[in-house]
C-alpha cells in the first residue's frame, strides 16, 4: 500500500471549514484514498473514501487531486465533537487490502 | 444494530498474569480484526480472519499472544503471560466480504469497537 503524510496536528475554529491534507505521492492507479478518524477514548470510525473523483457524504468532502498524488478532508463547518485524530489511508478496494494506519493529524475545534 | 462490542473495557493486572479479551463483530460480518494501539501512535494490526480461518497473523506475538474465532462469529484475544509493555488499547474490528466496490459502495470499511484498555503493572 502506498504510504501517506499528514501535519500531526492542526487547528480549527469552531463553525469554519477545517481542511486536512494528506500526501500520497506513491498511490497506484487501484488503490482508494479512506479516511477514518478517532475520536478520544473510541475506536477509529470511517468518514468518507474515493478513487479519483470528489466525494461528499453527510459527513465530510474528499478532494483528490487530478493526479491523485494529494487529497483533503473537508469538514464543512467544524463542531467541538469534531476534535479527533483523522487518519489518511491508502488501499485497494476489491479482494482484502491491509488497512494500514498512521499517526494521522490531531485535529483541535477551537471554542 | 449494536456495533461491535468488546469487553472488558478496561483491565489492570500485574505483569506475568494472564489476560482475555472478547470481540463481537456486526452481525454478518465475515472478516474480524484486532488491531493494538500503542499510546500517541495508530492501530497496528495483530491478525486478521476471514470467518474461522487466520489468515494474516504475521504481526501477532505467537510466543504469548493467541486468538482464535469458534464457529466464524466471536473472537478472543489472549495474551499468556502478560508483559510490561503489552499495555495498550486492544481494538476489534469487522468488516463484510470486500468487492469489487464503487466509491459509497463501503467495500472494504472497517468498524470498530471502543477497545478494551489494558494496564500492566
Known amino acids: 500500500d502506498a504510504k501517506t503524510t499528514q501535519p500531526t496536528s492542526m487547528d480549527c475554529a469552531e463553525g469554519r471549514a477545517a481542511n486536512l491534507p494528506c500526501n500520497h505521492s506513491?498511490?497506484?492507479?487501484?488503490?482508494?484514498v479512506y479516511w477514518y478518524r478517532q475520536i478520544h477514548s473510541q475506536g477509529p470510525q470511517y468518514i468518507i473514501h474515493?478513487?479519483?473523483n470528489n466525494e461528499t457524504n453527510e459527513m465530510a468532502s474528499l478532494i483528490i487531486t487530478e493526479d491523485r498524488k494529494s487529497s483533503t478532508l473537508i469538514l464543512p463547518h467544524a463542531t467541538l465533537r469534531d476534535t479527533a485524530v483523522y487518519y489518511c489511508?491508502?488501499?485497494?478496494?476489491?479482494?482484502?487490502?491491509?488497512?494500514?494506519f498512521g499517526i494521522g493529524t490531531k485535529l483541535q475545534v477551537i471554542p | 444494530e449494536a456495533g461491535v462490542v468488546q469487553s472488558p473495557r478496561y483491565k489492570i493486572i500485574e505483569k506475568k498474569q494472564p489476560v482475555a479479551f472478547w470481540c463481537n463483530p456486526i452481525?454478518?460480518?465475515?472478516?474480524l480484526y484486532w488491531y493494538r494501539q500503542n499510546l500517541g501512535q495508530g492501530p497496528e494490526l495483530l491478525i486478521r480472519?476471514?470467518?474461522?480461518?487466520?489468515?494474516?497473523d504475521s504481526q501477532l506475538p505467537k510466543d504469548r499472544f493467541s486468538a482464535e474465532r469458534l464457529k466464524g462469529v466471536d473472537s478472543t484475544l489472549k495474551i499468556q503471560p502478560a508483559e510490561l509493555g503489552d499495555s495498550a488499547v486492544y481494538l476489534c474490528?469487522?468488516?463484510?466480504?470486500?468487492?469489487?466496490?464503487?466509491?459509497?459502495?463501503?467495500?472494504?470499511?472497517?468498524?470498530f469497537g471502543a477497545g478494551s484498555r489494558l494496564t500492566v503493572l
Open positions: 480472519y476471514e470467518n474461522e480461518e487466520a489468515v494474516d
Open positions: 452481525s454478518g460480518h465475515n472478516t
Open positions: 506513491t498511490i497506484s492507479g487501484n488503490e482508494y
Open positions: 474490528a469487522s468488516s463484510s466480504a470486500p468487492l469489487l466496490g464503487q466509491p459509497g459502495s463501503g467495500a472494504n470499511v472497517l468498524t
Open positions: 489511508i491508502v488501499t485497494m478496494t476489491g479482494g482484502y487490502q491491509k488497512v494500514t
Open positions: 474515493g478513487l479519483k
